[in-house]
């Protein structure tokens, strides 16, 4: 790759150096002494400044009143830069704390939480901080999202963090980087690196067409290009004046068609080359990439995923089945495939017969835990009915139960039941979950009467209670589905539990929150109301996670499962 040692603008743009700022910490300190909203309080509620950050910086919902009335883009706004401002100030204490995972966690705002915002925020304060690590953290921004949003921080940066800044117009900004990229070392190396990722990216991904052009239908190629060249061709205003704002085309076609390779560049003037460079990198670059990019995410979609190849081949007989192999919301995905229903069956079935051995080896598992299934969401769709994760962990938890509770599940109502699960295989046992009556309140004492009368009724021994109850919900809020305050209902359903004997046996309330397993996590400050833990937000991390300690998740185990997955690990601390 040839050197690149300087960054100009198009020559049709005069450039006004004036206009630009020459002390950068001072203009971010400008900045940022423009902020006006309260941030959340600052007193940490774990000792850990890392867990204050995780569970507190949080996207604002663009909806209140359980999901109904949409609220005000000033509210959204406001929200949004008091938790930006709380991040600037928690950001410090959280690296002298943990480094390592203080940047897991800014990351994990660009992966599970989607709070974009939030995430340019902490890139801005780890440009300023700590620029050796971002530096070198660059190019695993892909992993998390697309690369587009390298070419972001580099804007940021220019505005200083100020998001919320009107655009200023295009000269303006190009002047700003030109000035930055020349007074400004870390800004330099930053800038640099960032070009240099697209450039070889675009580079393989031409040669990776080459191939694919050349092949034969029957040549199987699974070499994938990236989305660089989609980054370079957003198409609304906003992306288009960042695009141009840090002359990322300009940049790009230097260093792909840089004059001194090619002698047809090399007598023509500076605006001639900037022109005919711009002109060969969209045409023989960009726009044939993004199409096979486009191409190639819709074959991915019809490709065959890791659990259906998976199940094909057990069903096949060319792999044996692992209990631990699919987590039991994806093995309900197939529960309605006539293909492979089956085999879907059997894998749910040595999944509950492991569990149910490691049980009695000592492992903590779901047995004595009940249900309360509401979700309040129609069922997803998978040709046919895609089981979402509510009714794999309620059929779980039932069938991992021993007598008198095994089977067993409450509806979420205002005059719940204990029902028994009725039917002959997944599906049917899924649909009549999935069809018991719901209302938008819960009785916590009628909960609580159901299971206390079991109890009597059997004459159980304390050990045998239930021990947890987990509330499954799609949005509801804990302190929104009972008509009566929690302290009113927990001291009622004491006493009543102590009157029949069952006074150290008091069921714990596990309330989870699961929105959905396609948005963002969002989770919440743990209960402080006695008897009672939290839950909210959804991933495959966190259910196997709630699966290997039986049901028992404290905040720092919340935290860690949302920053646990490979992806993570590339991240590294440099200064």
């Known amino acids: 790759m040839a050197p690149y040692t300087t960054l100009a603008g198009p020559p049709e743009l005069i450039r006004d150096r004036f206009v630009v700022a020459n002390n950068f910490e001072n203009e971010a300190a400008a900045a940022a002494a423009t902020t006006t909203m309260r941030p959340p309080n600052l007193f940490p509620i774990y000792g850990n400044p890392c867990l204050d950050l995780f569970f507190k910086v949080v996207k604002p919902s663009e909806y209140k009143d359980f999901g109904v009335k949409e609220k005000k883009i000033s509210e959204i706004k406001a929200e949004v830069e008091a938790s930006c401002t709380y991040l600037k100030q928690m950001l410090s ?8 995972t203080t940047l897991k966690l800014i990351f994990n705002l660009l992966d599970e939480k989607s709070f974009y915002q939030a995430f340019h925020t902490a890139a801005v304060w780890l440009h300023h901080n700590h620029p050796k690590t971002l530096l070198c953290n660059v190019p695993n921004i892909e992993l ?35 000035e930055r990229y020349e007074h ?55 992306d288009v004046h960042i695009i141009r704002s840090v002359l990322l085309w300009e940049t790009i076609a230097r260093k792909v068609f840089p004059r001194e390779s090619y002698p047809e560049y090399q ?11 711009r002109d060969r990198l969209r045409k023989e670059v960009l726009v044939p990439l993004n199409k096979a990019e486009r191409s190639q995410c819709s074959n991915r979609s019809r490709k065959a995923g890791a659990d259906e190849t998976y199940l094909k081949e057990v069903k096949a007989d060319k792999c ?3 209990a631990d192999a699919l987590l039991p919301h994806k093995i309900l995905a197939f529960a309605d495939d006539p293909n492979l229903q089956k085999v879907a069956e059997l894998q749910w079935k040595t999944m509950v017969e492991d569990m149910k051995r490691q049980g009695k080896n000592g492992k903590k598992t779901l047995s004595n835990c009940l249900a309360v299934y509401d979700d309040d969401s129609e069922f997803h769709f998978r040709q046919g009915i895609r089981m979402d994760a509510s009714v794999a962990l309620t059929l779980l938890m039932s069938e991992l139960n021993e007598e008198p509770w095994k089977g067993k599940v409450i509806n979420f109502s205002e005059s719940p039941q204990l029902h028994f699960i009725q039917g002959n295989n997944l599906m049917n046992k899924c649909e009549f979950v999935s069809n018991m009556h719901k209302d938008q309140n819960l009785d916590f004492q009628k909960v609580f009467d159901l299971i206390l ?7 159980l021994k304390p050990e045998q209670m239930i021990k947890k109850v987990f509330v499954l919900t799609e949005y509801k809020h804990f302190e929104d589905v009972s008509n009566n305050s929690w302290k009113t209902d927990y001291e009622a359903i004491q006493s009543k539990f102590k009157e029949k004997g ?28 006695p008897g009672v833990t939290l839950l909210s937000g959804l991933s495959s991390n966190l259910i196997k996670l709630f699966l290997e300690n039986g049901g028992e998740i404290g905040p720092d185990q919340f935290m860690e499962s949302a920053i646990s997955s490979k992806k993570f690990q590339k991240l590294v601390v440099v200064d």
């Not at 070889?200 to 080459?210: F, N």
């Not at 003037?269 to 005919?276: C, L, N, P, T």
């Not at 008091?506 to 109301?529: A, D, G, K, N, Y």
Request: charged content about 25%; hydrophobic content about 40%; proline content about 5%.
């Open 93 to 100: 204490l959280a690296w002298s704390h943990n480094p390592l």
């Open 144 to 178: 998390f999202h697309c690369l587009f949003f390298p070419v972001e921080i580099l804007y940021r940066l220019l505005e200083d963090g100020d998001q919320h800044r009107r655009m200023e117009p295009l000269a303006k900004m190009i002047n700003k980087a030109v």
């Open 184 to 238: 400004d070392p870390d800004y330099h190396l930053l800038y640099d690196q960032v070009m240099d990722l697209f450039v070889e990216h675009l580079k393989s991904d031409i040669q990776i067409l080459k191939r694919k052009w050349k092949q034969s239908d029957d040549i199987n190629d699974d070499a994938q290009v990236s989305d660089a060249a989609n980054s370079c061709l957003f198409s609304n205003s906003q």
């Open 267 to 277: 007598h023509l003037e500076e605006a001639d080359y900037m022109s005919k460079i």
């Open 320 to 322: 044996k089945i692992e």
């Open 453 to 459: 009368e079991v109890a009597v009724n059997e004459n």
């Open 502 to 529: 069952y006074g150290t046996a008091v069921p714990h309330i596990v309330f989870w929150r699961f929105e959905s397993l396609h948005h963002e996590s969002r989770p919440v400050m743990p209960s402080t109301e």
